[in-house]
């Protein structure tokens, strides 16, 4: 990190615990490079301080949550907190599963994931409404994420994964290889395209995934819908500290 960039982390308020440096697959590296990305410094209008998180990777986090690894995240939220960071986030939705030890541990606001917009959309579109959630992998969502977030019942949303689809789906198979972003970028719209048309009722589409906010502009246009991003969440969170 250069001086200019570190001075720029130095001023931040907002903390983004991330994946430990070596355990990401080379394709989420790749998505790394996108404006949007969660952990690209150049998404945000604001400074941000990236922390890297020992053990957390996609198999503590996104397929076994670990409770060492939470361990971990929560000494080093205090740590960022006692450094003068004013809110602590993470760089996959999937922590969503942690919200509620994460928010009781520090001082500060914490917000896990994405999902937790999902009850506010809610209650901006009305009960018998249908929210998608676009996720890295539907498999992996399980109901103690919904509820840790805040989301009392799965009724109404219609989650829709990735992991079907081949590009994206290479990201988990084969964690060296390259992969097409641009073949990625049209399977994620394709995804919400097709939601959409099985599921009529639709009135807003949340990404799960902190990997897909450099993408959501496309999908607002394909669809005509509002999309709720790891972006849009934390631009909210900044203009409140």
């Known amino acids: 990190m250069n001086k200019h960039a570190l001075k720029h982390a130095d001023a931040a308020k907002i903390g983004i615990l991330c994946w430990e440096k070596g355990q990401v697959p080379r394709g989420l590296m790749q998505l ?73 541990a520090v001082s500060v606001p914490v917000f896990s994931s994405s999902l937790l917009q999902v009850p506010l959309i809610r209650q901006m579109h009305g009960p018998a409404s249908e929210i998608c959630i676009l996720t890295a992998k539907a498999s992996a969502l399980q109901t103690a994420h919904l509820t840790s977030v805040g989301i009392a019942s799965a009724d109404g949303l219609r989650i829709c994964g990735l992991e079907s689809c081949p590009q994206w789906n290479t990201i988990f198979t084969d964690a060296e290889a390259e992969v097409d972003l641009h073949a990625i970028e049209l399977e ?29 502009a496309a999908i607002r246009r394909q669809t005509g819908l509002p999309v709720f991003d790891f972006i849009t969440m934390t631009n909210y969170l900044y203009s409140t500290i």
């Open 32 to 104: 790394e490079t996108l404006i949007g990305n969660s952990t690209n410094p150049a998404s945000y209008a604001y400074p941000v301080r990236l922390r890297p998180v020992l053990g957390a990777n996609i198999h503590t986090i996104l397929e076994n949550p670990d409770p060492a690894v939470l361990r971990t995240m929560i000494d080093d939220a205090r740590g960022m907190v006692a450094d003068g960071i004013k809110a602590i986030t993470t760089s996959c939705g999937f922590n969503a599963i942690f919200q509620r030890e994460l928010a009781a």
């Open 188 to 216: 994620v719209i394709g995804t919400a395209v097709n939601a959409l048309k099985k599921h009529p009722n639709i009135r807003a589409f949340v990404l799960e995934c902190t990997d897909l906010p450099p993408f959501s």
